[in-house]
């Protein structure tokens, strides 16, 4: 079992920076972790996912060159380094844990609930 709890969204201006953690509990380290998001009237999108040993990241395009996912097991914490934010990317962020990585949302057991992030012009 894995609870986890994300933090760090807000209000930031196109153009900023945002970094969200999501602080998880249980058996961490062994988990593959997701990111995604979901903005009002629309499914919920993948944006990242790493393996246990942050070896492995893969995002969606939307997001490649301006997101970096990471972790620190020793924190049982996982990273959202959001730069260069443009409207779009205004959405709740969700993290989530799996035994694999996967773009795919059903894939995962466990989710947060969620951090909002609006982006303004």
């Known amino acids: 079992q894995v609870q986890l709890v994300e933090s760090g969204g807000g209000l930031v201006q196109a153009g900023g920076s945002l970094r969200l953690s999501c602080v998880a509990s249980?058996?961490?380290?062994?988990?593959?972790m997701g990111w995604f998001r979901q903005a009002p009237g629309k499914e919920r999108e993948f944006v990242a996912t790493m393996n246990w040993s942050d070896e492995y990241t893969v995002y969606a395009d939307s997001v490649k060159g301006r997101f970096t996912a990471s972790r620190d097991n020793a924190k049982n914490t996982v990273y959202l380094q959001m730069n260069s934010l443009k409207l779009e990317d205004t959405a709740v962020y969700y993290c989530?844990?799996?035994?694999?990585?996967?773009?795919?949302?059903?894939?995962?057991?466990?989710w947060g609930q969620g951090t909002q992030v609006t982006v303004s012009s």
């Open positions: 989530a844990a799996n035994y694999a990585t996967s773009r795919y949302a059903y894939a995962y057991d466990y």
């Open positions: 249980g058996r961490f380290g062994s988990y593959a």
